[in-house]
């Protein structure tokens, strides 16, 4: 899976599609041995005498890491059903996911340490579902699991890799406003446990915004609309696109390619971003870029009143300015669509991280942003 992650991140398109090729080799040795049975990592009933903690200590640690190896899978297979426009080889369901314990737990450095965090847990739980046993069934390994930036990520992933899979299919009206109720679920669900300085590292809130792009645009069209398969598809797909540029999806789609550049823009200069932020910011750009291009009208756009209202911007946290304390969102947050920002997507791009894959983006970029302004 580390292997995996290089090749996916190298920028180099033969290094991905090879990784892909050894993507169902390695999903069929996890299910060869036995990772995808283990659903969860037991933690101890009661308290364990101080010689055996270690051991039940070092047992669990391995069972996690099963775990976490398959939710894993579970992104890298949803990263390359997105980055190919295909179905994905797994079955992105929620109820199949492993539940993962807390980070907390997880990075514990001491058998010690570990067990202390273990009573804390459980006693945060019994509470949780106390208060809660006449409005719902969940158990306290999920209240644990809602804690973990890796489960909060798989399940993001897949509900990722499901708009994909069916808009391989037919992503109607119906199905986009299921996806985007999941979406707004994830968020209800995970929000408080994704956020601060310290659990921000892997950027979900970019994805998230990421999700309703590929809800609301089809990045395989824009691709092949700037000439991924040659000129005559690109020119076949010119329809396509400006319909889609006169649609309401495009601004809808504006929206949340302009609030993923703001949430990129506040990641700390040293941080190493997550595999999917240099795509998020590259889509970002080519929505920016396939709506200037080819929208109806010659006034730039700006956003309406009533699109101020959406639920995925009412949140906490989606415009990186909005908390729960009430502040509305306001047209004055967002910046006029101009090619100016393609300026910004490739200096974040050139700056982000130090894998190839970002410099990639960057330079195809460069060519469009040449094009827009000969235009």
Known sequence: IIGQTFGMLSGQPDNVCMTESFHGTAIAWARQGGFFKIKAAPLPTSDE??????????????????????????????????????????????????????????????????????KKDRFADSQSTHNHVTSTSMSPTVLTTRKAQMFAYASLAGLVAAIQERRASDLDADAKQHFRNLLLTWHQEHYKHIQGPRKNHINLLIFWHAAFMALYADFDMLELSIGRDGRRVAQETREGINDWAASPEARRSILHALLVLRHLEMLPIGLEPAIHVPKAAFYSAMVVYSYIKCKPLADPYMPLEDEMNLPELQVAGSTSILHSNGDKVTIAMFSPVEPSILCNAIDLLRRIGHWEISRKFASILQILLDDLTKA
């Not at 005498?49 to 894993?72: M, P, Q, T």
């Not at 390359?80 to 737990?105: I, M, Q, W, Y």
């Open 49 to 118: 005498s101080e010689v055996g903690k270690g051991d039940i200590w070092r047992r669990w640690v391995d069972a996690e890491e099963s775990v976490r190896l398959v939710l894993a899978l579970y992104i890298h297979d949803s990263e390359f059903a997105t980055t190919f426009h295909h179905e994905p080889l797994l079955r992105h369901v929620r109820g199949k996911l492993p539940a993962c314990n807390s980070d907390e737990l997880f990075f514990a450095p001491t058998a010690v340490d570990w067990y202390n965090i273990v």
